[in-house]
């Protein structure tokens, strides 16, 4: 017999991924579209919704199978009203009621998320978090997002439309400039955006890059995987670069787990493909920063759901509204 199904979606600046999952989350069925912001906030909603048809249509269940739609987006959201505050990726759609739009086109529960609140939800659910009780998330992207989960929960704070916002943490107050306008945030040191950031400004110093870098900067290609694969091979500046980000990681994390009396984090986002370059001087760090932590019970654990962590944490968040939880 057919089951009941959510959907959980994951908008990003370039894609949007979604997918129709049953409750032990099996995926019924996966699709991934450009986002295509520039269109309109109206067309986006109007796209989404056309993307969950089409899912229950791949799957051959017809609509009243489908329970509910979570959405995770990245910026500051008032999941409340289901509006869209502010979206850093996505500009077009601030002020605008995405969750509200595509409820109505739908005419199930829509619920908006927080993107790094999302992944945690993904993580607690299916991934490396299953059955732990108080931890750290991190995506290390564009950007650097976080959450906090506490008894198994995530974490809402104040529901100031912000919580867990870990990649604002200030790790050196003379560092570089960062997106929100502080100076030495996590997010400078550990985001896709510094690792390109940091090559270009050691090439406006005059300091030899590698022929990789260096045909990348001219031909305004220059990606985080690029730096991590000059970082492979040797050059140091990439792999100084990685170095930093390990430190400022560890040393967030370190603060945090001090503060909280906890010891584990998970980090994901696509930069996490890195964790080669930055995982060992992190860890390194962890285990020489003074403070009242047993580096040997200090865990910080890789995602393993890759890109679907936010996926599977918007139907997470999509069954607890069916659920009414
Ligand atoms: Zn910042």
């Not at 999302?118 to 998330?137: C, Q, S, T, Y």
């Not at 502080?182 to 950031?197: D, I, R, W, Y």
């Not at 930055?278 to 759901?305: C, G, K, Q, W």
Request: charged content about 20%; some cysteine.
């Amino acid at each position: 017999m057919k089951e009941k199904c959510v959907i959980g979606i994951d908008i990003g600046g370039t894609h949007m991924r979604s997918a129709l999952v049953d409750r032990k989350g099996t995926v019924l069925a996966f699709r991934k579209a450009h986002s295509e912001s520039r269109q309109g906030p109206d067309s986006l909603a109007h796209r989404l919704a056309q993307q969950c048809l089409a899912l229950l249509a791949d799957a051959g269940l017809p609509s009243h199978f489908l329970c509910a739609v979570g959405l995770g987006v990245a910026g500051k959201l008032d999941p409340a009203s289901g509006s869209v505050i502010f979206s850093p990726n996505l500009p077009s759609l601030a002020g605008f009621p995405l969750a509200v739009k595509l409820q109505d086109a739908l005419q199930v529960p829509v619920v908006l998320e927080n993107d790094a609140n999302v992944f945690g939800l993904g993580e607690a659910w299916l991934g490396n978090a299953r059955n732990l009780p108080h931890w750290i998330g991190v995506t290390l992207g564009t950007g650097v997002g976080g959450c906090f989960f506490a008894h198994g929960r995530l974490w809402e704070g104040d529901r100031l439309g912000f919580s867990g916002e870990i990649g604002h943490v200030i790790v050196d107050p003379e560092g570089p400039e960062c997106a929100c306008g502080q100076k030495g945030c996590l997010e400078a040191h550990a985001s896709a955006t510094a690792l390109v950031k940091g090559i270009d400004l050691a090439r406006k110093e005059g300091r030899a890059l590698s022929p990789l870098l260096n045909e990348a900067l001219h031909a305004g290609k220059l990606t985080a995987r690029i730096v991590h694969q000059a970082a492979v091979q040797g050059d140091p500046t990439a792999r100084g670069l990685f170095s930093r980000m390990g430190w400022a990681l560890a040393l967030a994390l370190s603060n945090l787990f001090t503060f909280l009396g906890i010891s584990t984090a998970v980090i994901g986002g696509g930069v996490a493909a890195s964790w080669d370059q930055f995982a060992p001087p992190m860890e390194n760090y962890i285990r020489r920063v003074p403070s009242m932590l047993d580096p040997h019970r200090t865990r910080i654990h890789r995602s393993e759901l890759g890109d679907m962590a936010a996926v599977f944490g918007a139907a997470s968040l999509a069954w607890q509204r069916a659920e009414g939880r």
